[in-house]
């Protein structure tokens, strides 16, 4: 007589009422580390900087068909609490929908591929092994998150041959995208600094808000690029320009401007910067001013090309939903930008529409419709 199945929907109930806000532990990888031990993985936690993270593996360290999953199971505040009609940690089940914080963000995909890795190692046991490389870091600054279990994976000689990341990807129809990529995100801090003065003497200042609204132009108006093969065109956003100057008779002496640069795979965060530092400069000699510039490159772009991989996880998508996944690189970024550099990745989960949200929510049937795509996958990847 075969054995209960693991019920992913109740796993993510489960992992729903440990308040697990980043970088809080919540009790989320203590549930895990219990019933992945009970199913016969080796279990370590890889804690760092604060942060609790989870690596687990069935079967001989260093095989030459090891597949790994990664995920998180820490969320973002809950924001209002009073805005909710449900209690954020509360898992609670109405019309077909589980609702709380990181029901779809993603503790449903932990559980899925929690769920589908207990149940295919001990009813199919594979030749090979399979790692679960969980997270308590994603949502934050992701410092001490993934790159921690990156960290001990090589210092313990593991490694995964490939990785999915169980990410929400489809944007309204369960199946419908996967990752293939993400584009690269940057970040850009400018300090304009001139002279302070009265308004009706403007030849006796040096005004940094004109200089200021010249670089902004310049960068806004720049064409990055048209786009490639997989990627949409690199995109610059001027996200704020404050002088905190209340007067209306004085030019201010200092001015700052922020810009955010999504870009694809033709950029590197080393050649963008640069870019910046020399539109800054050029700006700076027309206007005689001084102009201080702070970049944070938050992910470079990537992409693993169409090939066994999608191949795999779109066919199993196909099966399971009738649905063939569109091959994406759209959207923030992901802890798939510190895996591409271990072993090759994709990513794919389900439909993210209210991640984030008040009354974060996510359909059971789809939790169980995961679970069914990842199993599929192990035994196609192993089979």
């Given at each position: 007589?075969?054995?209960?199945?693991?019920?992913?929907?109740?796993?993510?109930?489960?992992?729903?009422?440990?308040?697990?806000?980043?970088?809080?532990?919540?009790?989320?990888?203590?549930?895990?580390?219990?019933?992945?031990?009970?199913?016969?993985?080796?279990?370590?936690?890889?804690?760092?900087?604060?942060?609790?993270?989870?690596?687990?593996?069935?079967?001989?360290?260093?095989?030459?068909?090891?597949?790994?999953?990664?995920?998180?199971t820490?969320?973002?505040?809950?924001?209002?609490?009073?805005?909710?009609?449900?209690a954020?940690?509360?898992?609670?089940?109405?019309?077909?929908?589980?609702?709380?914080?990181?029901?779809?963000d993603?503790?449903?995909?932990?559980?899925?591929?929690?769920?589908?890795?207990?149940?295919?190692?001990?009813?199919?046991?594979?030749?090979?092994?399979?790692?679960?490389?969980?997270?308590?870091?994603?949502?934050?600054?992701?410092?001490?998150?993934?790159?921690?279990?990156?960290?001990h994976?090589?210092?313990?000689?593991?490694?995964?041959?490939?990785?999915?990341?169980?990410?929400?990807?489809?944007?309204?129809?369960?199946?419908?995208?996967?990752?293939?990529?993400?584009?690269?995100?940057?970040?850009?801090?400018?300090?304009?600094?001139?002279v302070?003065?009265?308004?009706a003497?403007?030849?006796?200042?040096?005004?940094?808000?004109?200089?200021?609204?010249r670089?902004?132009?310049?960068?806004?108006?720049?064409?990055?690029?048209?786009?490639t093969?997989?990627?949409?065109?690199?995109?610059?956003?001027?996200?704020?320009?404050?002088?905190?100057?209340?007067?209306?008779?004085?030019?201010?002496a200092?001015?700052r401007?922020?810009?955010?640069?999504?870009?694809?795979d033709?950029?590197?965060?080393?050649?963008?910067?640069?870019?910046?530092?020399?539109?800054?400069?050029?700006?700076?000699?027309e206007?005689d001013?001084?102009?201080?510039?702070v970049?944070?490159?938050?992910?470079?772009?990537?992409?693993?090309?169409?090939?066994?991989?999608?191949?795999?996880?779109?066919?199993?998508?196909?099966?399971?939903?009738?649905?063939?996944?569109?091959?994406?690189?759209?959207?923030?970024?992901?802890?798939a930008?510190?895996?591409?550099?271990?072993?090759?990745?994709?990513?794919?989960?389900?439909?993210?529409?209210?991640?984030?949200?008040?009354?974060?929510?996510?359909?059971?049937?789809?939790?169980?419709?995961?679970?069914?795509?990842?199993?599929?996958?192990?035994?196609?990847?192993?089979?």
């Amino acid at each position: 007589m075969s054995a209960t199945p693991t019920d992913p929907a109740a796993l993510t109930a489960a992992l729903i009422r440990c308040p697990s806000v980043t970088p809080e532990e919540g009790g989320a990888l203590v549930l895990l580390d219990e019933a992945l031990s009970a199913a016969g993985f080796d279990c370590v936690r890889v804690d760092r900087g604060g942060v609790s993270n989870l690596f687990a593996r069935w079967g001989a360290r260093g095989h030459a068909r090891t597949f790994g999953f990664n995920g998180h199971t820490d969320v973002v505040p809950v924001g209002d609490e009073a805005a909710w009609t449900v209690a954020p940690f509360g898992a609670e089940e109405r019309d077909g929908w589980l609702y709380g914080r990181g029901a779809t963000d993603m503790k449903s995909g932990v559980a899925a591929f929690a769920a589908a890795a207990i149940d295919f190692v001990r009813d199919t046991p594979p030749d090979g092994a399979v790692i679960l490389a969980i997270t308590g870091d994603e949502e934050g600054d992701a410092l001490d998150g993934t790159v921690a279990l990156l960290d001990h994976m090589k210092s313990a000689d593991e490694a995964m041959s490939v990785c999915l990341v169980g990410e929400p990807t489809c944007p309204e129809t369960m199946g419908e995208m996967m990752k293939i990529g993400r584009r690269g995100s940057m970040s850009a801090w400018f300090t304009v600094t001139g002279v302070q003065g009265h308004s009706a003497y403007p030849h006796r200042a040096r005004n940094p808000l004109p200089a200021i609204a010249r670089l902004m132009d310049r960068l806004a108006s720049h064409e990055l690029d048209q786009g490639t093969a997989h990627f949409d065109p690199s995109t610059l956003a001027v996200v704020t320009i404050d002088t905190g100057n209340p007067a209306t008779n004085v030019i201010p002496a200092q001015g700052r401007a922020t810009v955010n640069i999504r870009f694809n795979d033709l950029h590197s965060g080393d050649s963008l910067s640069a870019w910046l530092r020399a539109e800054a400069a050029e700006v700076a000699r027309e206007f005689d001013v001084g102009i201080e510039v702070v970049i944070k490159v938050s992910g470079e772009a990537f992409l693993t090309p169409p090939g066994p991989l999608s191949d795999l996880v779109g066919a199993a998508v196909a099966a399971e939903t009738g649905v063939t996944p569109e091959l994406s690189t759209t959207g923030g970024t992901s802890d798939a930008r510190f895996i591409k550099d271990h072993c090759p990745v994709v990513e794919f989960g389900l439909v993210g529409q209210t991640m984030h949200q008040v009354d974060e929510r996510v359909e059971l049937a789809q939790i169980h419709q995961l679970k069914a795509i990842y199993g599929r996958i192990l035994a196609s990847y192993f089979g």
